[in-house]
């Protein structure tokens, strides 16, 4: 079965008892990846995926406290680097924090990240732009600061797990065959702002025209043809595939279409810039707040981005699925 044999409506449904807040993704076939934009996107794919129930949204602040009050975890940027794990760093950078972003004051070079990212000590999921800052009032925006085992340590605790890429990009299209956005083709259809990425010069002037410079309530823009919120922009959201620069070609059979491909091989997610580094890296999906034309157009369901596991940002968010029967 092709997305085009059903509608959306017949596709996904609201939860039932078994997983009550998750949305029913059937399986069917899509074209994954694209040839128009980033290199890493191409090439276009099919493959299959079987169904799954899907979370409308990212994890909040609010279910995170519940998991951290449940359990006593504390994450990765809470927690002193072990030195044993970074050879060669200096000694007074091995302190817990993680990376916020920091607008320019002026126009910089774009291909310089330092100019708007700074590892900030004492910046975690409750302080997210640093340790004077805080989560009130921020209980429905999407925890942030949450490295890949944090994500998946939430996700065993609520009997759940995260998405390969092949599942999360074909419940992000949410029944559009090739489309360039989740809602379509426009980015802005008749103006309207549908969701939350950055407008005006990057990294140092945001217009905030969508309504917000940072995160966003999650359920603010409105839902994809599955009912699922927030896939694109907003923030990254972990898959659990390691990262490869390029997805593999089409079979030349028919009947050898990959079937819940599994991505990349994690001796192959090394970044190749940093060979002296071997930290591995985990497929990132939907884009966020900072994506701009002038500089990140990865609000689209075939975008993808590597980030390696010990790494947590202002940016970075996650949501869970639930393998099994509808």
Known sequence: MTLCDAA????????????????WIAGGGFLMGSNLHYAEEA???????????????????RAFSA?????????????????????????????????VFDPAPHPVSLDDWSQWWKFKFGADWRHPYGPASSIDG?????VVHVA?????????WAGKSLPTEAQWEYAARGGLEGAEFAWGDELTPDGRHMANTWQGAFPFRNSSEDGFERTS?????????????????????????????????????????????????????????LPGIRIPRKVLKGGSFLCAPSYCRRYRPA????????????????????????
């Open 67 to 99: 998991f951290v009050a449940d359990t006593g975890h504390v994450t990765l940027a809470e927690r002193k680097p072990d030195p044993k794990d970074y050879p060669g760093a200096l000694p007074h950078m091995l302190r817990a924090g993680s990376l």
């Open 303 to 326: 975008a993808r981005h590597p980030e390696p596991i010990d790494t947590s940002t202002c940016h970075v968010g996650f949501r869970c699925i639930v393998e099994g029967d509808a």
């Open 138 to 142: 921020l209980d429905d925006h999407p």
């Open 148 to 156: 890949y085992d944090d994500a998946q340590a939430y996700a065993r």
């Open 8 to 23: 959306p409506s017949q596709r996904a449904t609201r939860a039932n008892a078994t997983h009550p807040d998750m949305i």
């Open 43 to 61: 090439p276009v794919h099919r493959v299959i995926v079987d169904g799954f129930w899907m979370d409308p949204a990212p994890v909040t602040n």
């Open 217 to 273: 309530p999650v359920r603010h823009y409105p839902p994809n043809g599955y009912g699922l919120f927030d896939m694109i922009g907003n923030v990254w959201e972990w898959t659990r595939d390691w990262y490869e620069p390029r997805h593999a070609a089409d079979e030349p059979k028919a009947c050898c279409i990959p079937r819940n491909p599994r991505g990349g091989r994690e001796k192959r997610s090394y970044d190749p810039a």
